[in-house]
C-alpha cells in the first residue's frame, strides 16, 4: 500500500528537534521559522512538555467523555486566566477544522440561521462548513458547496453592512490575521464596527484564532489589539505543541444544550496534559512577550529592506510574519531550505510567510535575516 499523494513533499526527512531547531536523518542542522504550520509553540522538544505527555501516557492516556476528567477543568480554568476570558466556556476537540465547524454549528444553533460572511482569502479547514467559509474553489468539493457563505473584502466594512443589514445572516467568521491568505491584518475600526452591526443583527462573531492566537501576535489573541471581544474564538495548533488538538472559547450568552456538540477523543488525558504544560511553558518562560519583542525587531529590519532584495511589502504582528516579493517565493524559499537550512512557509504565489516557535531568540533571529538576505541578493 502507497500512501496517499495530498502534498507535495521536500526531499527532506526530519527526526528530531529542539527548540527552534530541527535535524533531517543526514545529520543536517536546520533553523526553524515555521514550527511545522505554526503548531509549535513552545519549541521542540521542550523538557518539561516531554516530561508531562510521558507522565501522563504512563498513567492514563485516554478515556471517555462519560466520566469526569480533572484536567480538563483545570485547563478551562489556566486558558481563562491566560487569555483573560474567565467568564467563558471551553469545548475541547482535536483539530482547527473542527473548532471552526463547532462554532459554526453553535451559531446556527443561536440564531436559528444558515448563512455565512467570511473574508476572501479566508482559511478555515477542511471540514464540511469550514472549507465552505475557505475562500478557495479548489478545495471545496461539490458536496460542500451549499450556498452557505458570502466572501467579502478585507476592512470594507460598507460591504458587510449591506450583508448584514438583510437579517439573515448567522455568523461573521475571520481571521484577525489571515495566515494563509498572505499575513493580511483586520483594522481595529474594522473589528470594531462589525462587533456593532453584529450585536444590531443577532449575528455571531467568531475569531479564528487557530494560527494567529496563543500568544504568537504579541498578544494572547490576536483580536486583543483589536478591542473587541467575539462571540466565539476558535483554537487549535500552538495549544497543545504537536498534539492533536483544538477548542471553542464560548461566550456565556451561549446556554448549554446537551446533545449539540460531542466529541469522541476531544480533551483527552494525554492532550490536557500537553495543554497545561504548554501554558506552563508560556507563563514561566514569558513567551507571549518573547513573540512580540523579537517579533517587532524581525518586523523593522526586513521593513529596512523593502525596496531592495525583491521584498516589496512586510506585514504582521509578533511572530506572523509576511514578506512580500516582486518574484515567486518558489527559488528564495527553496534556496532557503537547501542551501542556507531554513525552514519557512508561503502564501499565494510571491509571499514567505514566518510561523516559528514562539521561543526564537534575538540571536535565531539575525541568523534568519542573514540567511534571507544572502538569498535575495
Not at 148 to 167: Q, S
Request: proline content about 4%; some cysteine; hydrophobic content about 40%.
Amino acid at each position: 500500500m502507497e500512501l496517499f499523494d495530498v502534498y507535495p513533499l521536500f526531499p527532506i526527512s526530519i527526526v528530531r528537534g529542539q527548540g527552534c531547531k530541527v535535524w533531517d536523518s543526514e545529520g543536517r542542522e536546520y533553523l526553524d521559522l515555521y514550527g511545522g504550520h505554526a503548531v509549535i509553540s513552545v519549541g521542540h522538544s521542550h523538557p518539561h512538555y516531554v516530561e508531562a505527555i510521558s507522565r501522563q501516557v504512563a498513567t492514563l492516556g485516554f478515556y471517555s467523555n462519560s466520566v469526569q476528567n480533572p484536567l480538563q477543568k483545570e485547563l478551562a480554568h489556566r486558558l481563562g486566566r491566560a487569555c483573560g476570558y474567565e467568564d467563558y466556556s471551553l469545548f475541547l476537540i482535536n483539530s482547527g477544522a473542527e473548532a471552526n465547524e463547532n462554532a459554526l454549528k453553535l451559531a446556527s444553533f443561536y440564531n436559528g440561521r444558515t448563512r455565512i460572511l467570511s473574508l476572501e482569502k479566508a482559511f478555515h479547514g477542511r471540514t464540511s462548513l469550514a472549507v465552505e467559509a475557505t475562500a478557495n474553489p479548489k478545495i471545496i468539493a461539490p458536496i460542500n458547496s451549499n450556498g452557505h457563505v458570502t466572501y467579502l473584502p478585507l476592512n470594507d466594512i460598507e460591504a458587510w453592512r449591506r450583508e448584514l443589514e438583510k437579517g439573515d445572516v448567522c455568523a461573521c467568521i475571520l481571521e484577525c490575521i489571515q495566515g494563509v491568505g498572505g499575513i493580511r491584518l483586520v483594522s481595529a475600526d474594522f473589528l470594531q464596527a462589525l462587533r456593532k452591526l453584529c450585536d444590531e443583527y443577532n449575528t455571531v462573531l467568531i475569531c479564528d484564532e487557530i494560527q494567529c492566537g496563543y500568544g504568537r501576535s504579541g498578544r494572547f489573541f490576536a483580536h486583543q489589539h483589536l478591542g473587541v471581544k467575539p462571540d466565539l474564538i476558535t483554537v487549535a495548533k500552538g495549544i497543545c505543541n504537536g498534539f492533536p488538538m483544538g477548542a471553542v472559547l464560548i461566550s456565556p450568552k451561549f446556554a448549554p444544550v446537551y446533545g449539540q456538540l460531542g466529541t469522541t477523543f476531544g480533551g483527552n488525558h494525554l492532550g490536557c496534559a500537553g495543554a497545561l504544560a504548554v501554558l506552563d511553558i508560556i507563563e514561566e518562560e514569558h513567551l507571549v512577550e518573547n513573540a512580540a519583542r523579537v517579533g517587532t525587531f524581525l518586523i523593522d529590519e526586513l521593513k529596512k529592506l523593502a525596496g531592495t532584495h525583491h521584498i516589496t511589502d512586510v506585514r504582521g504582528e509578533g511572530l506572523m510574519i509576511g514578506i512580500e516579493l516582486d518574484i515567486p517565493y518558489k527559488e528564495p524559499r527553496s534556496r532557503l531550505i537547501f542551501e542556507e537550512h531554513c525552514f519557512t512557509g508561503c502564501s499565494g504565489t510571491n509571499v514567505i510567510r514566518l510561523l516559528p516557535p514562539l521561543c526564537l531568540t534575538m540571536d535565531e533571529a539575525q541568523q534568519f535575516l542573514e540567511k534571507l538576505k544572502h538569498v535575495l541578493q
